[in-house]
């Protein structure tokens, strides 16, 4: 559990943090030596729970209760303290965050998540078969400098996740070409939301475009 040391229910000297002894007795030794209390009060090493130490110093054990909000246009405020049967109960306020922070916030979703569809792999069709060619960054390197060093009418056997191809150079092509043009679309996905994100001038406008 978390606990505050307060002045006066209005002053928050220390927390909410857990039971620290140490920095708990010298907050507590700090208030002795400037005379905001009167009897030099010993930390527990052990959790004590509600302690009043006179002069309108109190340790409370927290309570704070978190409202449900939207990261990408709210946040919260607070916490705010009411002090009820020996707790210090905390609450926030959610309030709008500026549109600026709610379209940087978007558009570094919408780069996280066209990361993850690059690297997602694709399908391509190969002598008839469907297999999958990995897009991850050292993959398509791989399959490039293969094609590259392949002569024309060289054959490699290769390894899909689906079975093994004896590919020719032609073959290695087309692997590239539809990492390529999928790579390329990702990144179109990516600058229309982008800029769809950058032309909206309110929340409203930005919560109506499609993040898909």
């Not at 030596?33 to 010993?42: L, R, S, W």
């Not at 469907?130 to 392949?150: H, K, L």
Request: net charge negative; glycine share 6%.
């Amino acid at each position: 559990m978390d606990y505050l040391i307060v002045k006066d229910r209005q002053q928050v000297i220390i927390g909410p943090m857990g039971w620290r002894q140490r920095t708990f007795q010298s907050e507590i030794n700090d208030l002795f030596e400037n005379g905001d209390i009167t009897e030099k009060y010993t930390i527990a090493p052990v959790e004590s729970g509600y302690v009043n130490l006179g002069e309108g110093v109190e340790i409370f054990p927290v309570q704070i209760d978190f409202p449900q909000y939207d990261p990408f246009y709210e946040q919260l405020a607070g916490p705010f303290y009411t002090y009820e049967n020996n707790i210090a109960v905390g609450t926030y306020n959610v309030i709008p965050v500026d549109i600026t922070l709610s379209k940087a916030a978007l558009k570094v979703k919408v780069t996280d998540d066209r990361y993850i569809k690059e690297i997602a792999g694709i399908k391509v069709t190969i002598q008839g078969h469907e297999v999958t060619a990995d897009t991850a960054r050292g993959s398509r390197d791989i399959f490039a400098q293969t094609y590259f060093a392949m002569s024309e009418s060289e054959t490699i056997n290769w390894k899909f996740p689906e079975m093994w191809l004896l590919v020719t150079k032609s073959d290695m092509a087309t692997i590239v070409n539809a990492g390529k043009n999928h790579i390329q679309s990702c990144f179109n996905w990516e600058l229309n939301l982008h800029t769809a994100i950058d032309n909206a001038q309110t929340v409203e406008e930005l919560k109506n475009i499609s993040l898909e």
